[in-house]
């Protein structure tokens, strides 16, 4: 099989994997025991928090375990909004992932917050001082996402935390499409929260990372046993910190070199895609250089996704009616592509486990769909 849906979820490092049966076969003590074997796995946690941390140039106490983006994305829009005070005003992009539009919907129906919601430009990027501008003293929160799960696109993710870190407005980045596609570290980047999923970068699915700077007023996601310093009760996913800790280290060390080598691929598929008369939805001078959104006219996104499917290539599919999870024909739509261009469109997302030689296999393989299936 070619795998290339790496936006979606990614296959797990030999050494996450290992980690993953260690901790459930032999370290699987509960980490808030007191017992030696619990103390011992919680000092494993402490180990793998602080690295995390130092991975992201943060502190340790700013790192708090999740079990998912989605779920981080939750703790940082509901517990902003529980100390909104008199202020009501939230701005975001309408390019964002449905963790957060739909996050926010819920929020406006319980505590009746007026959202905003700027558009991208042509480009698929959205114009840093569209959201500035909207910003006012109704103003209690901004969430943005740095990087864009459908075309790969970059947000002005630092600009807008420059302008907000001279506010007391919270500042919410939604990192998920960031670790092993793009240099994100925390200490050059000013925000509240972050949020981040382990299985978009070779960890396990069921852990979620949100970083909280020190000093953000901020509420318990889930009350209980009082685990993660009484913000995020629940015994704790051992194999899933653990391994996630290890897979960002990797992702981190393997970055620079990766980074050159996908973009070399990408490249690849994006000359092969213009010579089929695809249309590139993707601004590749500004976004992670794994994805590329392409559209073929004429060729249902659906039916080129499927028929690839079933030649055991796994692409993406950018068509909000079919795919549950990952439907994002509204992000191409937000951005003028026509209907008819959008529907049209795939999802290409490369890992570092793409070789040069699947990807040549693989644009034969697309030539040969298009030229079949195309009206
Ligand atoms: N945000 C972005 C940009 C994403 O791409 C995703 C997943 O595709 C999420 C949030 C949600 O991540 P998870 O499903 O791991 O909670």
Request: hydrophobic share 35%; glycine share 6%.
């Amino acid at each position: 099989m070619i795998y290339l849906d790496n936006n979606a979820t990614t296959i797990c490092y030999p050494e996450v994997s290992e980690i993953i049966e260690n901790y459930s076969l032999k370290n699987y003590g509960n980490p808030n025991a007191l017992n030696s074997f619990g103390k011992e796995i919680n000092n494993q946690i402490s180990i793998a928090r602080k690295s995390i941390a130092n991975q992201m140039n943060c502190d340790k106490n700013e790192i708090f375990f999740t079990s998912c983006a989605t779920e981080s994305i939750n703790w940082a829009l509901r517990s902003s909004t529980y100390y909104k005070g008199k202020r009501n005003k939230v701005i975001t992009s309408s390019i964002e992932h449905k963790a957060v539009l739909n996050t926010l919907k819920d929020l406006k129906q319980l505590s009746g917050i007026e959202i905003v919601e700027v558009n991208p430009e042509k480009n698929g990027i959205v114009d840093p001082e569209k959201i500035i501008r909207e910003i006012d003293d109704r103003t209690f929160m901004v969430s943005l996402m740095a990087a864009n799960n459908v075309t790969g696109n970059i947000q002005p993710y630092r600009e807008i935390g420059d302008y907000l870190s001279k506010t007391d407005i919270f500042y919410h980045i939604d990192a998920v499409q960031t670790i092993g596609k793009l240099n994100f570290s925390l200490d050059n980047i000013k925000t509240n929260f972050a949020s981040f999923s382990g299985h978009k970068f070779h960890g396990p699915k069921g852990i979620g990372i949100l970083y909280i700077k020190n000093g953000t007023k901020v509420r318990p996601i889930i009350t209980g046993g009082g685990q993660e310093r009484g913000f995020r009760s629940g015994t704790q996913n051992v194999a899933g910190i653990i391994a996630t800790s290890v897979a960002l280290k990797i992702s981190n060390e393997k970055l620079h070199d990766n980074m050159i080598e996908m973009k070399k691929l990408r490249e690849i598929i994006v000359q092969r895609s213009k010579k089929l008369r695809g249309i590139i939805n993707t601004d590749l001078d500004n976004s992670i250089v794994n994805t590329l959104n392409v559209s073929f006219p004429g060729l249902k996104g659906q039916v080129l996704v499927n028929a690839l499917s079933a030649d055991d290539v796994q692409t993406g599919i950018s068509s909000a009616c079919s795919s549950r999870t990952d439907g994002g024909q509204y992000v191409l739509e937000k951005a003028g592509i026509r209907k008819e261009i959008a529907s049209c469109s795939i999802r290409i997302s490369l890992s570092s486990f793409n070789s040069e030689d699947e990807i040549l296999e693989f644009v034969n393989k697309l030539e040969k769909m298009v030229n079949l299936l195309k009206i």
